[in-house]
């Protein structure tokens, strides 16, 4: 133990005098630099019960307090609070170190060891971060930890929901939120971007901001087109800024997003100077600029001289990928259906989410290890620890616990066809595989997704009384005919959310008619 309670003299962190006021997720005006913080109608943060913590520590737990607060639910922030005073209240601890948390560990029953894990996706989001008080050996212990977690209820059967890999529901669920909050004009491309080829590449941040133009590669062959994205490799012994890579083939979706975003950045570099890049420099312009470094340079001379020395010039900064990440997670609506609660989200998340669904897939091993750009299997057990807990199949029991939390439908509830925002066009209504209308779609754009995929929709406007239980049936059967079949389980859970998404359609016809229940959290 480095430092004890019981011997240290009270501290308060040293604040500044200038007040910093942030904004809470749901709306509260607060103070950083205040002792309260008045999150949302019922949740109050008093900060001097982490009056005994050292000055650096207690700094960086403020720090990352704030940005839960920003991003999360205040019952998580609190929780997170509450979790931190009673490692510390337990142990005699005034750090975050390895030794405490070892020895809070061994003190924990099977009916608490769940506090560890809540807290280690704090923690670990703390280091990356980069706020002072959690060091890189504090999160390699965590990582190498396997903690139980709450179950809620007998449905759900998983790893922690706080720090571990996310569930397809989940994924499906930022992912959806995403795009529709990109069409709903939420947030910039290079935002979209950035945080879309995290989720889909499981890539190291450093890797995302590496990449250029000239990464990108679209082949054509007998059966398509194949679409890859040649990723610099960062962690090797030996191998300097962009002199190794590693081929990962991405769809076309993705492609698509970052060749825009590519475009894009070359025409922010021509319009600050001027003229029009050669093809070969255009090449070589990153995905992700720092922009704001564009006005250092008097020409393009100066610019070409600098990045001859200074290859990773141009290339958004960590601090900066820190901040659009946080831009977006501030404004992310996407909830888990394990905890009800706003999905947290990191980078490293979206790596172990990655590597875990290639486990799941049946890849181990050297594979695993190649597949996630590791020099070796040495680290690869954190992708494989849990993978049977992530196949536990939905059925219609467990869809009807879990809708409501994880909310899958992005639309508007409506009482009828004359509701609509297009009730008077009978092109809008959406019929189901009975030709049966199910509700309303409230844009003119083209979609030929079928009527399935309406119910993920921000643009569907679903009837109260139509007959959604068709729909959920339809879904139910099919899957049982495809676990009968012996599909494999990742092809059962691609309509995971799509089932929750009309079970919680249903479940919203159920109740009483209030204009409060009728809205539907679109993000």
């Known amino acids: 133990m480095s430092q004890s309670l019981a011997i240290i003299q009270p501290t308060l962190v040293e604040l500044s005098s200038l007040p910093d006021f942030r904004t ?25 019960r982490t009056k005994y913590l050292d000055r650096e520590t207690g700094i960086g737990l403020r720090k990352t307090l704030c940005r839960y607060a920003e991003e999360l639910s205040a019952t998580t922030t609190a929780m997170m609070l509450s979790l931190i005073t009673r490692y510390c209240k337990d142990t005699q601890e005034c750090s975050v170190n390895v030794i405490g948390l070892t020895n809070w560990r061994a003190s924990l029953t099977d009916e608490t060891e769940h506090r560890l894990g809540a807290l280690k996706s704090f923690l670990i989001a703390w280091n990356e971060w980069g706020y002072p008080g959690v060091d890189l050996d504090v999160v390699e212990y965590l990582e190498e930890q396997t903690l139980k977690g709450i179950v809620k209820g007998k449905a759900v059967k998983s790893m922690c929901p706080f720090s571990g890999p996310l569930t397809s529901i989940e994924s499906g669920a930022l992912l959806d939120w995403a795009s529709n909050a990109f069409l709903a004009n939420h947030f910039n491309l290079s935002q979209y971007s950035y945080f879309m080829t995290l989720v889909y590449t499981g890539r190291r941040s450093v890797q995302v901001r590496s990449l250029r133009a000239c990464d990108l590669a679209c082949r054509e062959g007998a059966d398509g087109h194949d679409y890859m994205l040649n990723v610099p490799r960062v962690k090797q012994s030996g191998v300097k800024f962009r002199e190794a890579f590693k081929s990962v083939p991405v769809n076309e979706d993705l492609y698509l997003i970052l060749k825009n975003q590519s475009e894009e950045s070359q025409a922010k570099v021509e319009a600050a100077f001027g003229v029009k890049l050669s093809n070969d420099f255009r090449k070589q312009i990153p995905l992700f600029l720092e922009e704001e470094r564009l006005s250092e340079f008097l020409s393009l001379e100066d610019l070409f001289v600098c990045t001859a020395k200074m290859p990773d010039f141009l290339h958004m900064t960590h601090r900066s990928s820190m901040d659009i990440l946080r831009s977006v997670a501030v404004k992310n609506t996407a909830k888990s259906e394990r905890t009800g609660e706003f999905i947290n989200f990191t980078s490293r998340r979206f790596r172990y989410t990655t590597g875990t669904n290639l486990a799941r897939r049946g890849i181990t091993g050297v594979a695993l290890a190649l597949a996630m750009d590791h020099s070796s299997t040495q680290n690869i057990d954190v992708y494989t620890a849990n993978t049977e807990e992530m196949a536990v199949q939905i059925d219609a029991v467990m869809a009807s616990i879990l809708a409501p939390l994880a909310q899958a439908c992005a639309g508007v509830l409506i009482d009828s066809e004359r509701d609509a925002l297009r009730g008077n066009d ?10 049966h209308n199910v509700g309303s779609c409230g844009t003119y754009a083209f979609c030929a997704s079928g009527y399935r995929s309406c119910y993920t929709c921000v643009n569907f406007q679903p009837w109260r009384d139509a007959p959604h239980q068709e729909v959920l049936d339809e879904i139910l059967d099919e899957r049982e005919r495809q676990r009968e079949s012996g599909v494999s389980v990742s092809v059962i859970q691609s309509t995971d959310r799509l089932l929750l998404a009309v079970q919680q359609v249903i479940f919203l016809c159920q109740q009483p008619k209030n204009g409060a229940l009728n809205e539907v959290d679109n993000g």
């Open 426 to 435: 009978p092109h809008s209504r959406m019929k189901n595989a009975k030709s």
């Open 24 to 48: 809470s997720k749901m709306g509260y005006a607060f103070d950083a630099n205040s002792d309260i913080w008045v999150l949302d109608g019922s949740k109050t943060l008093n900060l001097t």
